[in-house]
């Protein structure tokens, strides 16, 4: 399993004896938007290319944090 797969905050989940939660990508994309989100210009009046916009930015810099901590790592 790839470490962006792996859970962030994980629960046991003792019925199915597996770990459950948001991966890694999940929350650190989830960071990165409220970042984004919290400069009210970004939203102020959005049209759906700025959405997408700020949704493709998150994703891209989730994944950019997770490659350099995957760097750090090895």
């Known amino acids: 399993m790839d470490n962006k797969d792996m859970p962030a905050m994980p629960v046991y989940h003792v019925a199915d004896y597996k770990l459950m939660g948001l991966t890694k990508l999940e929350d650190f994309t989830k960071a990165a938007m ?3 989100l919290s400069n009210i210009s970004m939203i102020d009046g959005a049209t759906e290319s700025q959405i997408a916009r700020i949704k493709y930015t998150s994703i891209l810099v989730a994944e950019s944090v997770l490659a ?7």
């Open 68 to 74: 350099e901590l995957d760097k750090a790592s090895k």
């Open 34 to 36: 409220q970042g984004l």
